[in-house]
């Protein structure tokens, strides 16, 4: 049974019940309704007696059995009477962890002033003139607190009183909520305005998450007081003066509040990891993993070896070694994938009906913080996302409330998201609808059988709600590539579409047709930079993909065009007729009105008169642009407007 302190009941699935022949053990107490974190309620069959022996302990405890092929778990009624004892929720204390933490003890200690590394600088502009600014007034409340921070930033060699200095940065006290004091500088008015910008990534989650693939135990690691283990040249320690009411101090560490305080700090933190498989940064976190309990201690000692060397400490209270699951950056991690975090569903659950729109923003915002879960949000939402429209007026009706209740259940029925892999096949599902484009990109499971990786979703900007259908199928891939681009660039992928006809036009492997609108041409050149396979699976067997897109999540409505399109706008000429004539015209054409519709929502499967054959035939080759029909990069134009179109052409062309 695998021991679970976050289980009030010990718990055993069916199957193995009847394995371990315990059916003939006494029910002594009637079933209990039993929920999961997520609060989905679990199938009890009953609960029994059974007699456990353990470590010479031998007693009689309750056990509920449930449906289902879940694991085993020892939850905490069994811990006293067994004389079984956690020391905290989080921790683990094996033995391979207290050898370690006995091995670099000095790694935990308190000495901060213990770095090796070379100092680190901050570099400004040229020309940038020295700005010094006078100490705030501070309320007397917490005048004692802060002179006795002060005192123990110089003890701890942090800050170095000085007489004179060009550069002087007001301070602002913080107060924390256990009540102790946080000194910081109001760096925004002199530093930050004077700095060269320090362009060094942060990573990003999905770079953290796909370094997890494969983890059965977590270790995360917390430094103590973070950047200001990092000192800081002289030169530099000037520019980060603090002016406060005990006198000018030179700040000798890296401060938080300067801008480029996190990139300087992430660089030093990969610099410090680089080589290290399983482990990741995120500033102060370092979070280490392994596909087994022995892989995973060895990765632990490997880390604490390379933050001895530099001289780096960490807080032993927050640290975690050796957990099943762990949380970090806002998600839960275990060996099955990541999740969403107990606490942002439960904010999510409880979340009252909004009375403004900054209040439906917010909770929107919440609920797109999980996008990744959620594979369909889109009727439901939509009308939650119409009252954020710049003219509309935020009135909160029947409407709305029948979409915010089931909007809160999203969450609840979302799937987990598995690890990537990079030594399994990825697979990118993609459609779209009226409202949007959608993708799924997903690996085999230990099954065989397609599991998620991640989801992606947004709604149509006004421009591509007028794209004819099969651009708005070819967006959905061309979102997909983007969305996915560090998964997929430089390795080989499959992509699965319902469109038969896209395989002709994006096919990795085939000659671009003769006849192709400039926009999907544009799209096919930028595919070509990776290494895939497109295949046609009809809608029926997407249906994950086609659901998310008709509950997509929104979009900007300004975007800023490609430069191919600002290229063909600045290179246009004057035309003998507008877009807006030919629009009408087209409207008003019995034909080129069918035509147009179908080009929107799709074409006929049937058979139809003869005089849409032409178009039928060529329906691939089709595409809309303002609501105007092209054949490839040529207008479609309308019966009525043939002979004047003829006539202005030939007098402009004389």
């Known amino acids: 049974m695998e021991v679970d302190s976050g289980s009030a009941c010990s718990l055993i699935n069916e199957r193995v019940f009847r394995q371990l022949n315990l059916t003939s053990a006494r029910q002594t107490y009637p079933a209990k309704v039993l929920r999961t974190w997520s609060k989905e309620q679990l199938d009890v069959r009953s609960q029994v007696e059974v007699e456990v022996q353990y470590n010479g ?99 701890q060699g942090i800050l170095k009183p000085v007489r004179h200095s060009k550069w002087a940065t007001p301070i602002v006290p913080v107060l924390k909520r256990n009540g102790e004091l946080r000194v910081c500088g109001d760096y925004r008015a002199t530093v930050n305005a004077s700095t060269k910008k320090d362009t060094y990534p942060l990573p990003t989650v999905t770079e953290l998450m796909a370094a997890l693939a494969g983890g059965v135990l977590f270790t995360k690691l917390d430094l103590t007081q973070a950047y200001q283990q990092l000192r800081v040249d002289d030169e530099t320690a000037e520019l980060l003066t603090l002016n406060t009411p005990k006198g000018l101090m030179e700040m000798t560490r890296l401060p938080f509040g300067v801008d480029v305080a996190p990139s300087i700090f992430q660089r030093f933190m990969d610099t410090c990891m680089a080589g290290l498989e399983g482990v990741k940064a995120y500033l102060d976190d370092v979070l280490i993993t392994g596909r087994s309990e022995e892989e995973h201690w060895k990765r632990v000692e490997d880390v604490l070896a390379r933050l001895s060397e530099v001289g780096v400490r ?39 009906s909004p009375t403004n729109k900054t209040e439906l923003q917010a909770f929107l915002g919440l609920l797109n913080f999980y996008s990744s879960f959620l594979p369909g949000k889109a009727e439901v939402l939509e009308p939650l996302h119409r009252l954020l429209d710049n003219k509309s007026i935020f009135v909160w009706q029947e409407q709305h409330e029948q979409a915010f209740r089931p909007a809160k259940e999203l969450l609840l029925s979302s799937k987990v998201l598995v690890h990537y892999d990079p030594k399994k096949k990825l697979t990118v599902t993609c459609d779209s609808s009226p409202h949007g484009v959608e993708a799924i990109l997903s690996q085999p499971d230990s099954k065989g059988k397609e599991a ?19 651009d708005k199928e070819a967006l959905a891939i061309i979102y997909a590539v983007k969305k996915f681009h560090q998964y997929l660039y430089g390795r080989p992928f499959t992509i699965i579409t319902d469109v038969a006809w896209l395989l002709g036009l994006l096919h990795p492997h085939k000659a671009l047709p003769q006849v192709m609108s400039p926009r999907m041409l544009r799209w096919s050149l930028m595919l070509a930079a990776y290494d895939y396979e ?6 029926v067997k997407v249906a994950n993909a086609d659901g998310l897109s008709r509950l997509p999540i929104p979009s900007p409505e300004m975007e800023i065009p490609p430069p191919a399109d600002i ?22 054409d019995k034909t080129l009105s069918q035509v147009l519709h179908w080009a929107l929502r799709g074409w006929p499967t049937t058979k139809q008169a003869n005089v849409f054959q032409p178009f039928i035939q060529r329906k691939s080759e089709i595409s809309v642009h303002r609501n105007c029909l092209l054949w490839g990069n040529r207008v479609i134009i309308p019966e009525k407007a043939k002979t004047k179109v003829l006539k202005l052409t030939r007098a402009w062309c004389a």
């Open 452 to 470: 998620p990786v991640a989801y992606a979703s947004r709604t149509l900007s006004k421009p591509e709600r007028n794209y004819a259908q099969i």
């Open 534 to 539: 497109l295949r046609f699976s009809p809608g």
């Open 57 to 155: 302990c031998k007693c009689r405890l309750p056990l509920v059995v449930v449906n289902g092929a879940g694991g085993s778990l020892l939850g905490r009624d069994w811990f006293e009477p067994l004389g079984i004892s956690v020391l905290g929720i989080h921790q683990v204390q094996a033995a391979q962890a207290e050898s370690l933490l006995s091995r670099y003890a000095a790694v935990f200690s308190e000495d901060i002033n213990a770095y090796k590394g070379p100092p680190v600088s901050i570099e400004l502009e040229q020309g940038v003139p020295p700005k010094f600014l006078k100490c705030r007034p501070v309320p007397f409340a917490i005048r004692a607190k802060l002179d006795d921070a002060l005192d123990n930033l110089v003890n």
């Open 567 to 588: 290229f063909l706008l600045e290179t246009d000429v004057e035309t003998p007729v507008d877009a807006r004539t030919i629009e009408k015209l087209t409207r008003r």
């Open 314 to 352: 960490l807080r032993r209270d927050k640290c975690i070694f050796g957990v099943k699951e762990v949380e970090y950056l806002g998600f839960r991690i275990d060996s099955q994938g990541v999740h969403p975090t107990a606490e942002k569903v439960e904010a999510i659950q409880k979340a009252p």
